[in-house]
């Protein structure tokens, strides 16, 4: 069983920082491509950052700049900071990871979600 624990979310004003951390658990083998969505009320959810397993990123326009996504191999980790944030950026923020298991001695990869973290920006 596979586990993604997302933490760091709250209030906020414009202006301010928060650091996310998505911690992942379970029977592992790799991780590959791991990624921060977000989900702004009564809209859908939308891709915000990309990290790949060599440490190559990739943004949305919207958060260039602004967010950082870095990863921790050595504790299966992803962190998402986001710097002068805005009340735009109000949303759910979700982890999402490609990764791979060991099912009945097969290699199986698919992409797992946390339980997403709340983040409010106020003006």
């Known amino acids: 069983q596979v586990n993604l624990v997302e933490s760091g979310g709250g209030l906020v004003q414009a202006g301010g920082s928060l650091r996310l951390s998505c911690a992942t658990s379970?029977?592992?083998?790799?991780?590959?491509?791991m990624r921060w969505y977000s989900q702004p009320p009564g809209k859908q959810r939308e891709l915000v950052a990309t990290?790949?397993?060599?440490?190559?990123?990739n943004y949305a326009d919207s958060v260039k700049g602004r967010f950082t996504i870095s990863r921790d191999n050595t504790k299966n980790t992803v962190y998402l900071q986001m710097n002068n944030l805005k009340p735009e950026d109000t949303a759910v923020y979700y982890c999402?990871?490609?990764?791979?298991?060991?099912?009945?001695?097969?290699?199986?990869?698919?992409?797992?979600w946390g339980q997403g973290t709340q983040v409010t920006v106020s003006s």
């Open positions: 999402n990871a490609d990764l791979s298991t060991l099912v009945l001695f097969k290699l199986r990869t698919r992409d797992y």
């Open positions: 990290i790949t397993s060599g440490g190559s990123t």
């Open positions: 379970g029977s592992i083998v790799s991780i590959n491509d």
